[in-house]
Every structure is written in C-alpha cells, then in structure tokens.
C-alpha cells in the first residue's frame, strides 16, 4: 500500500490570517479584526476583555494581514508552481453578510471568492472550504450575542445556501467549523463569545456548542442536497493525551481529557451526545436547551469525513504536584520529559501524528484528512531574502513519514495533507507575523512594516520534490 493515487496534497491558509482587505468589497467588521497583537490578546480571544472596536492603543494585525485580498493570483500561482492538487482556505462570512443578518448576499464578496477558486483551478488545484475560521461578523456578535443566540443557526444556514449554490462545480471539499473545540480555550475567535461577570461560562459554552454543532448538521445537509457531489468534513484541533505515569489516575485523566475534544466529533461523526458527555453535564449542572427535532438532525446528518489539525501531543497528569506545563499554546499541557519543542513551546512528535490518526480511525471508521500541521519558527533571510529552513524541513518530513506509516502500516484511509500557513501569515495565538510557517516568505514583521513581497525558501523546493513523488522523495 502507499497514499492514494489522488492523493491531496497542498497548503492550508484562513481568511482573517492572510487576507486584509478588511473594509473593502463591501465587507463587514469581524470578531478577528479587533483582536490585537500583543498582551491582551489572550483576555480578549477567552472573552474575559471587551474588544468590539479598534482603540489607538493597540496593533491590528489581521486588518492588512498579508494582503492576499491583493495579491491572491501570485499566491496561487507559487502553490501551482509547488504542485498543490489542493488549497485549503477560509471565507470571510462578512464578505458574503457584511451584518450577518442581511436577507440578500452582498455580490462583491462572492464574486471574489468565485475567482479565487477559479483561479485555484487553473492550476489544477482543488478548493477546501472551511465556511467559519475563528470568523463571526461583529453584528451577530453585539445584536445577538454570538453563538449564544440560537438564531445564529439560521444565520450560518443562510450562508450556506449562498456559497453552496454559488460555488456548485467549483468546490466540492467543505469543513464546517475550524477547530470546532478551540470554543472550550477560545472563545470569542470560536464562537463569539464575551462574557459578562458572573456568568456560568461553561453553561453559555455548551449550549453555544450545541448550536455550532446544529449549524454544522444542518449545513451538512444542504451541502449535500444541493449537490450529491460535496463532501462535508468536520475539524478537530488534534492530539492525543497521554498519561503522564502509568498510574491509573494519570491514564484515566488522560482519557478524560481526550474526550473533552472528541466530545465535538462524536456528535459529528456519529450523530449524537456520547453517554460520557450527558452524564458529564447533568452532573456539572449544564442544561442545554434543545429543540424538537435537533437529535434527528443531528442523526441524519453526519460528515463525510474527519479533518483534524495535528502540531503536537499533549500529556496529563493527575497530580496536582506534576506543574511544569508546555508554554505559548491555548491547549494547556503537561511537559513532556522525552520531546523537544519548538521556539514557542510545541513539543514535537512525529509518531504523536500516527497514534492520534489510530485513535481517531478506531473511533469513528470515517476517512481522515490533515488539514494542519508544521512548524511556527523565526526565519532569518540571507542579503538576498532567502530563507534555508532545514529545520521546517526536518519537521515535515519526520511528519509525512509517521502519517505515511499510519496508512502503509495501520491501512487508514487518508485523503490528504495540507501543511499550515503554506505562505507566511498572521499568528492565530499570538497575531505575530515573526512566528513564520510558510514555503514563501512574506516580507512584514509584527508591526506591520515591510513590503509584503513573496520569496520562496529552501522548503519550497523541498515540498514541490514531495508532492512529484506522492511523498516518497523526503
Ligand atoms: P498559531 C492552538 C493549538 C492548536 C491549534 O497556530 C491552534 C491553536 C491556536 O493558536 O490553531 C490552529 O498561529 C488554527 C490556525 C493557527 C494554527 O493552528 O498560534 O486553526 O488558525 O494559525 C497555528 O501558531
């Protein structure tokens, strides 16, 4: 066995992280655009501070961003260049609703996304949607209170109906929901959530998630009536927990901590609460309010598949003693003595990869696809703006070997890979531009000064070498 013949290999981006462009096309303001670089940006993306509006005091990264709003052509052609079958990127929900609330599109915001991806297939390249990255229109935020309000189902709903009957043909790939269970660690990029003192968050997060879980089954089913063609994933932010001892409270602690995320695929994959999770909230008090015919919704509209994004493995322990955690990630995790890290404090682990796509193909039996993975590092251009990052190199390599293992070794059905920040972007966690992910180096630093030109790194080469040999030449 080896990776499919159609195997999909390529890049993944998200609107408010490469984009721009944030007033123009008749775009409205989203909950990315006012989330600042810098210290309070952690209060701000859990919902613990207010930013519903630019202040003087703050830098604005997503706003320019790297300008792909501009520049969408020469990015696609360098992806062709590396011979991506396919391009994952996100829609901005407030080109295509400014308000969010609108009855009627707006034009413009289609019209630009209708290009993009005929642009994409110029080249051969096959569109992956994800329809909301963190992204929620600031309107649906102050008017309704983000995806507290159940009328935010509607609103997805109706966007819905809108890029799947506009872009019929041109995009067959859909994930619902980025990172469906960063609303657990993030809040207001995952749903749109502030909170007002005194509030049972974990009561407003739950039923926030029923709703974005509603959404994502009701958009499955449109996807699929509108045309039989579309396949619908789901995306977790991945990684398995292992147990810090073999202790059984450190194993127990680690499963219980797995399924915190898996809570989210459950209800996805196999279209309904898990006995372990109705449990969990009657016994913490957590009501969700559901209405008359959400559990068959949810039933009869499962995905198609299973998109996840992997950076690194997490680790529990059961005992309160066992405190040093890994640094600068929203998923909170016990270090881990036998990995090394990255320049933020990602651990790294390969075969990690392969032991999180066992658990999740043991689980849900449902083809799997990597929408995620590489490694944020500082790069350092030569005089002549080049960048040899061997050791990105190293990183995806030791990667794409352990995820060729699982299907060589395992037998998982895997239908593709797309690395993270193919072309430099805007930091989710940290809104830094220094923390690079790319094959293409983007010229702009963390204040947003430079001239935003393109120049290929070593990885370039390097990848477009991989996707020829459908992974065999690392
Ligand atoms: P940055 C945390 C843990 C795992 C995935 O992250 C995460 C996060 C958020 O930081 O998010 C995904 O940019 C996300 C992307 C993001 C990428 O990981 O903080 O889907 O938007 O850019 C990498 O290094």
């Not at 295509?96 to 599109?105: A, L, T």
């Not at 642009?119 to 992204?135: A, M, N, R, S």
């Amino acid at each position: 066995m080896a990776l499919r013949e159609d195997f999909l290999w390529g890049g993944a981006t998200a609107a408010n992280q490469c984009e721009g462009g944030y007033n123009e096309g008749g775009r409205g303001l989203a909950n990315v655009d006012v989330v600042p670089v810098g210290k309070d940006r952690g209060a701000i993306i859990t919902g613990k501070m207010k930013m519903f509006d630019f202040d003087d005091e703050h830098f604005y990264p997503a706003l320019e961003a790297i300008d792909m709003y501009h520049r969408y052509k020469e990015d696609i052609a360098l992806f062709g260049e590396m011979g991506f079958k396919t391009y994952r990127l996100s829609i901005a929900w407030t080109r295509i609703f400014p308000n969010g609330d609108e009855q009627e599109p707006n034009e413009e915001g289609l019209k630009f996304y209708e290009d993009l991806f005929k642009e994409c297939h110029k080249y051969g390249i096959e569109p992956l949607v994800t329809i909301t990255h963190f992204d929620c229109p600031m309107h649906l935020i102050t008017e309704y209170g983000g995806w507290r309000n159940r009328k935010m189902v509607g609103f997805y709903e109706n966007l819905c109906h809108a890029i799947f009957n506009r872009y019929k043909g041109l995009v067959k790939y859909w994930l619902t929901f980025n990172e469906i269970n960063i609303i657990l660690h993030a809040p207001f990029m995952g749903a749109g959530l502030y909170f007002e003192e005194g509030e049972n968050e974990e009561q407003v997060k739950f039923q926030s998630a029923h709703h974005e879980l509603m959404a994502s089954a009701i958009a499955t089913r449109i996807a699929h009536e509108v045309d039989p063609e579309n396949q619908v994933g789901c995306m977790l932010a991945a990684g398995n927990y292992y147990p810090y001892t073999c202790d059984p409270k450190d194993v127990f602690k680690a499963q219980q901590e797995d399924r915190e995320n898996y809570f989210f695929i459950d209800v996805q994959s196999r279209g309904e609460y898990p006995a372990y999770a109705l449990k969990k909230l009657e016994r913490e008090g957590i009501e969700i309010q559901m209405e008359e015919g959400d559990k068959e919704i949810l039933k009869a509209n499962t995905v198609d598949f299973i998109s996840f994004s992997y950076y690194a493995s997490r680790v529990a322990s059961a005992d309160p003693a066992v405190n040093a955690k890994t640094a600068g990630n929203i998923f909170e995790s016990v270090k881990n003595p036998y990995l090394d890290a990255s320049e933020w404090g990602w651990q790294i682990d390969p075969l990690g990869l392969r032991i999180t796509m066992n658990a999740m193909y043991d689980r849900y039996q449902k083809p799997l696809f990597i929408v995620e993975n590489g490694l944020g590092a500082v790069d350092v251009p030569d005089e002549n703006g080049y960048v040899e990052d061997d050791y990105r190199i190293a990183y995806m390599a030791a990667h794409i070997e352990a995820m060729k293992d699982a299907v060589n070794l395992d037998g998982i059905d895997l239908l593709g890979y797309t690395s993270w920040g193919c072309i430099d972007l805007v930091s989710a966690g940290t809104g830094e531009m220094k923390k690079r992910y790319g094959f293409i180096y983007v010229d702009r630093d963390n204040e947003g000064k430079g001239t935003l030109k393109r120049t290929k790194k070593k990885s370039f080469n390097w990848y477009k070498q991989v996707i020829a040999s459908n992974g065999e030449d690392l």
